[in-house]
């Protein structure tokens, strides 16, 4: 079993960045491929980054990559999501998840969620 804890979320404006952070308890954070999805109003939950469980090999969706950038301390067992640019197309409630497989890429694949933190991008 694995608790996430998410952190970081706000609102800011357009251009502006944000860095997410998510908080792992239980067992060892590096048991398990770890990721990041969001929930935009009325649409559903979608993949944006993860790091796989065996090698740390970093997934991303296609149209986040340069911008949102995936990190992780596992000294910390705290995983990030490096926002940059950010457009009002990114407001969403962001989730941190974890998975006892080799990676996560859908939100079938996650075992355990986080809460959320909500993030606002204004124009």
């Known amino acids: 079993q694995v608790q996430l804890v998410e952190s970081g979320g706000g609102s800011v404006q357009a251009g502006e960045s944000l860095k997410l952070s998510c908080i792992a308890s239980?067992?060892?954070?590096?048991?398990?491929?770890m990721g990041w999805f969001r929930q935009a109003p009325g649409k559903e939950r979608e993949f944006v980054a993860s790091y796989s469980r065996i090698g740390g090999r970093i997934y991303s969706a296609d149209s986040m990559k340069g911008r949102f950038t995936i990190s992780t301390d596992n000294s910390k067992n705290t995983q990030y999501l490096q926002m940059r640019n950010l457009k009002p197309d990114a407001t969403a409630v962001y989730y941190c998840?974890?998975?006892?497989?080799?990676?996560?890429?859908?939100?079938?694949?996650?075992?355990?969620w986080g809460q959320g933190t909500q993030v606002t991008v204004s124009s």
């Open positions: 239980g067992r060892t954070f590096s048991t398990y491929a």
């Open positions: 998840a974890a998975s006892k497989g080799y990676n996560i890429t859908a939100v079938r694949d996650a075992d355990y």
